[in-house]
């Protein structure tokens, strides 16, 4: 089983960074994949970044280039750097991990970006 916490969301202007920090209860690489995903009012949930075990990263098309996601395995900790935020980031963000055969989520935290 896993648990994850995220936090660092929040309220920003348009062009504007924030990152999003998830921490595990076990050790990240006994975690298979770990990554975000989102989901804006009235929208399904989506993929935002994944990184697998091995290192791999994967992005969706629309933040390529603007997020970054990394890990800190000395904190069991997955990051999400977000540049040049456009408002239609706004979404709440949940973390996700995929463990042996089971999916695990974050509680979910709020990023609005608006001017």
């Known amino acids: 089983q896993v648990q994850l916490v995220e936090s660092g969301g929040g309220l920003v202007q348009p062009g504007g960074s924030l990152r999003l920090s998830c921490a595990a209860s076990?050790?990240?690489?006994?975690?298979?994949?770990l990554g975000w995903y989102r989901q804006a009012p009235g929208k399904q949930r989506e993929l935002v970044a994944i990184?697998?075990?091995?290192?791999?990263?994967n992005y969706a098309d629309s933040v390529k280039g603007r997020f970054t996601i990394s890990r800190d395995s000395t904190k069991n900790t997955v990051y999400l750097q977000m540049n040049s935020l456009k408002p239609e980031d706004t979404a709440v963000y949940y973390c996700?991990?995929?463990?042996?055969?089971?999916?695990?989520w974050g509680q979910g935290t709020q990023v609005t970006v608006s001017s």
């Open positions: 996700y991990a995929h463990f042996i055969a089971y999916d695990y």
């Open positions: 076990r050790n990240i690489f006994s975690i298979y994949a």
């Open positions: 990184i697998t075990k091995g290192g791999n990263t």
